[in-house]
């Protein structure tokens, strides 16, 4: 379906926010789904790129459906430049997201990771369910949304690994260290949900593991359906395979092998 | 006037000349959202093997210009499962069911060949000689003329459906091959399958794939698709479906001027999955536009340089 461009925002030097029209009459979409996303005609790049859905909200004007990306390439640098009005080819809501029906929602976001979980937080905040938030970037330019989060009731702890902003190191050691003062009656009723690099995911799921706390990763590998028809999209869970874009992108930390990339 | 699109591979009639390729539309089920599958030529199932297979290791995928490498390594839920889960919802929704099959040595082929022949609402069957991504069975088998008539010839045998054999542009002279098919029995042949690539993230500098090698697809490789159909057509009468890189209604109307009865889509089903409707009507208005009564009309109409 083709949705049209209502603003774009510049969140940092490489990071951007697009709101776009969601048509009525179509479903809302669950956090952590994504839908997938062309900017031009012709064949190069030949498929549409997966997007998480950042945000998404009804109101009198309709209802609009946020995106965050980082510019890394054709699609997003195409997408940095979609201006009011513009036009955008958009498949989906897809995929099974993150659940919500957890006492206490801990959120772990590494970059672009953000992405999916801004709308979880924001609903977790809507059910009037505590909500912690651990964002981790490369510097500070990819730490996003802070003052935004934390406007809704979000307690947001940030670190960087050059130490530009927050605490210098890696958002597991913050991770580690809450978990770690956290009572374990209080773990019992937490539920980490994180979005990421791979390495970022393991590590949560490793963290989330020694301290006896359920864990939800969302998984970011090449698409090139979004929806099941090319089998490309496998990730390693026990003895066999997933497809990410069918059976998660969110998946319980635990079905899912971290040894291997 | 409302010209005709009906077409014939052999004795497999169908109302249009547009298929969905087999690993690109899941069990058609998936692709029920986006179109009347009874409006569609015909659906290939995604490669079926006796048992159920996982499929190779991540990564499969990788894009690559105006194409892509898959080794897939044909993941499938096995023969059992597509008969009791898969194949009564396809015939429920009326679609024309081709169903593609390997095996990992004769046996396999025909047993398969053998168990499908009996199934209610499978209207053709597409043996696959010609997968670059399993050990077994595949690309061997279709790149060697002698082997490739013994599967062939054992499969007819073995089933009295209509036997498409898809085909490998891995090789020298597809002609040869193609014959080797024709003279065993084959009542179309499928050209062609992905051509063997390979890719490198230069970062890393490991191969995109965790196979090393895969199979490409998509327009890339549509300009060796249309050339290997264009050969088979002067050298056999054997009906031909042509598959390869098609995007667009233009793309299907230049493999039937190169000789082919029907198309296959492809890679084009995860950019647009409902773009045989596009295709089926764009070929109906081609036809009008040029004042040409039936889509077989078309067939191999190519006009030579003089
Ligand atoms: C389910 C899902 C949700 C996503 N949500 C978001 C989101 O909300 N915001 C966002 O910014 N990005 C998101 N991504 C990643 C995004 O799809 C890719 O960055 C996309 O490829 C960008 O397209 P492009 O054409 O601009 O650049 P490309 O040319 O595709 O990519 C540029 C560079 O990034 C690398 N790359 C591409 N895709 C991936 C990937 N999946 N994992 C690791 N490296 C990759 C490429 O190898 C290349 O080096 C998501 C991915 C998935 C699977
Ligand atoms: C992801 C993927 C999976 C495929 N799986 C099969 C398969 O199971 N059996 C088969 O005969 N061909 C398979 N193919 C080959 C396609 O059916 C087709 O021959 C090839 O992709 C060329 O057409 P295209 O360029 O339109 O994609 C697969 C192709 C892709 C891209
Ligand atoms: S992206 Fe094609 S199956 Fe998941």
Redesign the pocket.
Known sequence: MLLTARSLRVLSSD?RLLDLGWPAGEPDPAPGQ?VM?R?REGTD?L?R??????DFRRGRGGAVLS?????????????AACGKGAVVDVLGP??RGFTLEAPEHWLVAGG?GL??LYYLARLARRAGRPCRVFLGGREAGHVLRVPELERRGCAVEVSTEDGSRGRRGRVTELLERGLARASRRRRAGILVSA?G??GMLAAVASVCAAAGVRARV??????AC?RGLCLG?TVRAGEGYRL??QH??VFDAAELSWEAP | MTPDLAVRLGPLALPNPVMLASGTCGYGLEMAPHGDLSALGAVVVKGLSLLPSPGNPPPRIV?TPSGMLNSIGLENVGLAAFLAEKLPKLRRLGARVVVNFYGGCRADYRELAARLDGAEGVHALEMNISCPNVKLGGLQLGQDPREAHRVVAAVRRATRLPLLVKLTPNVTDVRVIARAAADAGADALTLINTLQGMAI?V?TRRPALARTVGGLSGPAIRPVAVRMVWQVRQALPIPIVGCGGVWTARDAIEFLLAGATAVQLGSVNFTHPGRWVEVVAGIGEYLRRHGVARAADLVGKLEPWA
């Open positions: 990071f994504f996303v900017t790049p498929w790129r997966p997007f998480g859905v950042h995106l965050l990306f980082q510019v890394v390439g054709p699609t997003t640098r195409e997408l897809h995929g672009r992405a999916p979005c690099p791979h969302s998984v970011d590998p090449l698409m979004g999209c990410a874009c998660g992108p | 894009e993230d970062e």
